[in-house]
């Protein structure tokens, strides 16, 4: 069943504002759904200096929001934007959204993060009354947005365009749950009957993600194991017990990729063009990397690549702790990334100590990136947890077949070549430890060395299907199930 009108609300999507996973999701997933034919409109801040850096071109919409928060009457214009045939309705509030970074400085947050983002919600809930048809659904994303589904139950129900939407609430990344002290509710005007246990309270604190969580509709995140584990104390963030409660709500549905962005086939920025069954360009591509990092060329050296922000999350310790080893063994690596400092000082170190074998990027450089994900053998995820992940989607698109760690979704996108050598796109570990992350790189290393078992892995992690249209389908069938409950045709 097509033609629902759909409204996204979030805190960032590409190609506008972009820190992380999130941005890649509110800025596919609309246009997906939007090929099976739904409506689509996905409400931002304006974020000024963000959007003039990549050449997003705006018109206003001649009508400003006025809202009331922390004392003072705030004036928000509403513009316009159309790329690639999405709508997006920005809000604009320069002194809370015209700043360097879209949540605080590098390393940390802003001090008023909490009415910058409610603020936001509660415009975006005026904005999406002003539709021209009334919405079916609002998805609102992390904890940004978390407050939406209870301010539409409690405060905003007396707007009828919004009034009979169904709300669902997507966890990206239970780590980052927006807590925040409790007298911003009577600054903010938060409904404080709901500020208990049961509601957004959490340790005497503001918590938005548990608004969301208990306020919502339907409640997803990012794949199927990821839902699971957050159930659990090693996953849960403290919410486990909270998530369990309202497990009935949640809906694990695993993220995509741009598949036409991100295709070896079509890349003008890598060296060279290839696809299954046709990798010779993939051999100019890795000859190019080891050029332009000071390797030695040698075709038959298995390239180790790792593409990560530098957090113990992201499993680098377990990566530096091993990096001496593989290279004494004549493996070669590339690592681009930045985050902890004292990561990023030891893999300068050891790249330094070994110019022709490693090469580090402190920082990011997406054209770097491409010819990484192009040139590399074995792409490295050891990470202690991953709600989906998106650089092994990248990385089996160029045939750089991915070791991960079973979490998350690595482990619902990545097939275990061991476990299933007729279907293996890939290489597990389970323990987080150096050692069993060694184990499985030296497993991979030993396929690298029969090369008709390794093309067979590589020709099938290029073929997966990492487009969003299953996803769609999925959160499609998920939104029909809200509005026409028990097969109901409305």
Known sequence: ???????????????LAKTGGLADVTGSLPRALQQLGHRLTIILPFYRRHLFANNIRTTPLNRSIGMWADGAQHHCPLHEAVVDGLRFVLVEQDELYDRDGLYGPPGGAYDDNLLRFLLFDRVALEAAALLDEPVDIL?????QTGMIPLLLKTQYQHHARIAGARTVYTIHNLAYQGIFPADWIHRLGLPSHYFHQDGYEFHGQ?????????????ITTVSPSYAEEIMTPEYGCHLEGFLRHHAG?????????????????????????YGPGKVAGKK??????????GLDEQTDAPLLTLISRLAEQKGIDLLIANVATWLERGWQLVVLGSGDMHSEQELHRLAAAHPRQMYFHCGFDEA??????????????PSRFEPCGLGQLMAMRYGNVPVVRATGGLRDTVIDYQADKARGTGFHFIEATPAAFDRAVEQAVSIYRRPGAWSRIRSRAMKRDSSWQP????YAKLYESLLYPKGQDG
């Open 139 to 143: 998805h609102c994303h992390d904890w």
């Open 1 to 15: 069943m097509g033609n629902l009108n759909i409204v996204f609300i979030a805190s960032e999507a590409a190609p």
């Open 471 to 474: 996803s769609a389908k999925a």
């Open 249 to 273: 709500r949640l809906h694990g549905i695993v993220n995509g990729l741009d598949v036409d962005h991100w295709n070896p086939a079509t890349d003008l920025i890598i060296e060279s063009p």
């Open 206 to 218: 503001i918590n938005c993600m548990k608004g969301g969580i208990e306020a919502a509709d339907a």
């Open 368 to 381: 770097l990136a491409r010819r990484i994900y192009a040139a590399g053998d074995i792409f490295l995820m």
């Open 284 to 293: 100019r591509c890795k000859a190019a990397l080891q050029t332009q990092c």
